[in-house]
């Protein structure tokens, strides 16, 4: 009897531990599947929301580019009013410009690029064994913003031998392959026309400091000619005139010229030169750098559609019967 009720006691106990067990897998294979599903559930959403952004960007993106077809038609516009001269007194020089969208808006500005010193430039050759103007308008430039005047022809020599079309060092000053080779990260000169202003870094002579405070003034243009219009120089770029004065235009009295500016510019560059508080300066050795016309023209947008924000920089050139086409676009730079 005693025997009896001790199997009927283990008899008990083991389907207990048997029903504890089956209870314990049970729950095991639902948290399982809680997690499966959870995780399949975030991947989705996760998935859906990587969908919805790349549609918003997309978005803005067109936004962006339509904005540069914006600005297109306001140039076109308004050199068909005035084709004569550009200045600041024409329709496309109004600033930034807000345009409302669907989900979103269009912030735009044009700006002409032809109110700075182009780099390119500088590959111009020496004449009757002379510094080029264009290096001694350069160099002018960045004495007149406070850099050392040895360190102003280091760097002006060096980014004319960085842009020119060879491996021979111009001056003593230049620098070709081989200086740019015996640095701790060795590199090449580029022996080419600059697509950029930051290329301007990477040249002889240019810290982070000079970059700062040259990069407002000048600019990388597809071209090797220097015009720079003084109808667009705002009163900020007076460096940049007193440069084309070789410095001795002093940096208030430029900006005192650009000041008193007529509302729709100079008629020539010889108006220009001729008015009375230029009368003691000479501009005989550049005078054939300044304009009062552009044919390239800068224009940033920045387009916003839900969360997502796209920033466009286009370079736009100026053709015969006042048409136009992008010569550069870059996408980014938000900060």
Known sequence: MTSLISDKKNTTSFQRRQSGVALLIVMFVLTLMVLIAAEMTFGFSLQMRRTASLQQMEQARWYALSGEELAVKVLQDGFDESEETVNLGQTWATGEVIFP?????????IFDAQACLNLNALQAPDKEGQTSVEVKVFQSLMEALGIESYQAETIAQSTRDWVDNDNTQGS???????YYQSLPVPYLASNTSMRSVSELRAVKGVNARIMRRVKPFVCALPTTEMKININTLSPDHA????ALYWG???????????EQRPENGWRSVDEFIQQPSLSNFSAENTHELMSVDSQYFAMTATASYADTKVRI????RREEENKFSVIRREFGGLE
């Open 101 to 109: 969208m669907d989900g979103g808006t269009i912030r735009g500005e």
């Open 172 to 178: 003593g000053m230049g620098a070709e392959d081989s």
């Open 239 to 242: 460096p940049v005139l007193s």
């Open 248 to 258: 001795e235009l002093p940096l208030e009295q430029a900006k005192e010229v650009l």
């Open 313 to 316: 920089k286009s370079l736009l």
